[in-house]
């Protein structure tokens, strides 16, 4: 699966990419993230890929042109249903797991990352198929949010993760369930004074060998948290 990440920033991209997960699963060649320069897109002399806008106000906007160019030149040739254009914005629909799960199915994903005050309304209307956020506040620019997206879309890529067994347990694998507390060893743990002094074990129900009781504690827990979250 191809992320194509378009953005003034590729810089930022590049090193999150090669890490971790992400990083393991281009090595299999599960997946492929490329970050790609707006600026080079620009049929601008100078470059630029912003101006003022019409009708006047504040800061400066993304212009079409670089945005439509770029596009047009890192999409593959599959088509409409096996390729997703994806604007990174603050008034965009909320991005959740069942959307990191239906975006997985597609063979490429292509990231606009925003900037400086916005971008022309019509990358909306015209170029791209969806528009997301992250939450509900406002950053810099969109690059967390493509690295945040294409984070949680390429965990449900297959084989990306070591063991797909853990997608299954995690939060909001089911809609507003949240995952379980969990615990590893020590079984006691004493943090030291200016931290509480507290002295903290793991629930005895875990040390139980009952798998029964186990998993009812774990329900209840969950159920606990996704309460607490509403």
């Known amino acids: 699966m191809k992320f194509d990440i378009i953005t003034l920033f590729p810089d930022v991209i590049e090193p999150y990419a090669k890490a971790s997960i992400l990083g393991r699963a281009q090595v299999k ?4 993230i490329s970050a790609h320069d707006l600026r080079k897109f620009s049929k ?3 470059k630029s890929v912003d101006d003022t806008p019409y009708g006047g106000g504040p800061g400066m906007l993304m212009t079409v042109q670089p945005i439509d160019s ?16 994806i604007l990174t914005a603050a008034n965009g629909k909320m991005f959740t797991q ?3 799960k239906r975006l997985a199915k597609f063979e490429q994903l292509i990231f606009v990352c925003g900037r400086y005050e916005g971008i022309d309304h019509r990358v909306e209307e015209a170029v791209a198929d969806e528009v997301f956020s992250v939450g509900e506040y406002v950053l810099t620019g969109g690059e967390l949010p493509a690295l945040i997206m294409t984070d949680a879309i390429a965990r449900n890529v297959p084989g990306v993760l070591g063991e797909e067994a853990s997608l299954e347990s995690e939060s909001y694998n089911q809609t507003g369930v949240l995952e379980y507390p969990q615990y590893t ?3 006691i743990y004493k943090f030291k ?6 002295e903290l074990k793991v629930p005895s129900v ?16 969950s159920e606990i948290r996704s309460e607490s979250t509403k």
């Open 193 to 198: 004074e200016g931290l509480g002094s507290k």
């Open 98 to 100: 069942s959307d990191a």
């Open 29 to 32: 060649k599960l997946i492929k």
């Open 44 to 46: 601008n002399k100078h």
């Open 206 to 221: 875990l040390l139980s060998g009952n798998h029964a009781k186990i998993a009812q504690w774990r329900t209840k827990q």
């Open 70 to 85: 770029a596009v047009r030149k890192v999409r593959n040739k599959l088509g409409k249903k096996k390729t997703r254009v």
């Open 185 to 187: 060893k020590p079984e």
